[in-house]
């Protein structure tokens, strides 16, 4: 691979593709067309991107085949558990997408209701490496079963007392008649960045790509918020903006008595608020999202 490219692996298909291929969008990367290539670059920047499966991202970057990986902090942290290069990877960046959480779980109205009551029994997981180290932890001995996928069905199937997965929705836990009592890990899709990654002549590329993935993280939840206040009540409405510390506050033609207020919030804006804001007598309420953030 060239040494002034930078090269981010990026999961081909499954939960943590479409986050990752909108968070390359919005940073502005546009890629060349090639069907089901493994590699694809990028058309407008010193920038190639590897499509692989996640599982292998952390190990591509710890080798130095890649600079950056965008992967779950769950794959991540289970192959820590089993190489120190992988261990010594540093994370760049939180990414905010591909959330769920490690959880241990067991069949409802069933004698496992928390971490005690796993001693001496088996525990199905794809996770062996984290779920060892919990057990580890909290002094309890039981036995794991890997399991490469469908680990909600093992109890039912007699393979194992309990299960260790991710939960999201908690629907596929709920369908299988499980019921989760402690979470292992909390998980989001993070950016790693590997050893030779800040010495290769596309430094300077990963620097801008991780700035314009910041603006991205920043702009997602932040909205442009435009309304008309009454003069006597704007104090009651600024206290209801969320986040937002210096809204612009300008008069309106032939109004004396109301003026209009342009905030950036930077916490999630929900109907509650814009009901809030219509009790305080706000008017015209408008909520915009921000394309692109740049402090
Ligand atoms: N239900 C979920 N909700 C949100 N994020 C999830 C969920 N399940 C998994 N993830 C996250 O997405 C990552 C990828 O999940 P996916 O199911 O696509 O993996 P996979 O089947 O191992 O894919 P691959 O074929 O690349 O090995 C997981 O490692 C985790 O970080
Ligand atoms: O709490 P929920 O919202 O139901 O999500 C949890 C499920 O999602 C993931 O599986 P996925 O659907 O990705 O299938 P896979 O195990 O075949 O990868 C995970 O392994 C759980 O089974
Ligand atoms: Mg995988």
């Excluded at 479409?18 to 090639?34: I, N, P, Q, T």
């Excluded at 080798?63 to 902090?73: F, L, N």
């Excluded at 069949?107 to 180290?133: F, W």
């Excluded at 700035?211 to 997602?220: E, L, M, T």
């Amino acid at each position: 691979m060239s040494a002034d490219r930078l090269t981010l692996a990026v999961q081909k298909k499954g939960r943590l593709f479409e986050g990752s291929e909108e968070l390359l969008k919005r940073a502005g990367v546009k890629l060349a067309y090639a069907r089901d290539a493994l590699l694809r670059r990028s058309e407008n920047m010193p920038l190639d991107i590897m499509f692989i499966r996640d599982d292998d991202i952390p190990n591509f970057v710890a080798s130095g085949a890649c600079d950056y990986g965008i992967v779950g902090e769950n794959v991540l942290y289970e192959l820590a558990e089993r190489s120190q290069r992988v261990a010594g990877l540093e994370v760049a960046l939180k990414l905010g997408f591909a959330r769920c959480k490690l959880k241990l779980a067991a069949p409802k109205d069933g004698p496992i209701a928390r971490v005690e009551d796993l001693a001496g029994k088996t525990i199905a997981t794809s996770y062996p490496g984290l779920t060892r180290k919990f057990l580890q932890e909290r002094g309890v001995d039981a036995e794991i079963i890997e399991m490469g996928g469908s680990v909600e069905v093992a109890p039912r199937m007699n393979i194992a007392d309990a299960i260790c997965d991710l939960v999201s929705t908690g629907a596929t836990l709920e369908a299988n008649g499980l019921v989760a009592f402690e979470t292992v890990l909390e998980s989001e899709a993070v950016l790693i960045r590997g050893p030779k990654a800040a010495v290769n002549g596309a430094a300077e590329t990963a620097e801008l790509l991780i700035d314009r993935f910041q603006g991205v993280i920043a702009s997602r939840q932040t909205k442009y918020i435009l309304l008309n206040a009454p003069k006597d009540r704007l104090d009651e409405i600024r206290a209801i903006l969320p986040g937002s510390d210096a809204p612009t506050v300008a008069q309106i033609v032939g109004r004396e008595d109301v003026v209009a207020v342009h905030a950036v919030c930077t916490e999630a804006v929900f109907w509650s608020t814009l009901e809030r804001l219509k009790a305080a007598g706000a008017r015209s309420i408008l909520v915009m999202p921000i394309e692109k953030m740049m402090a």
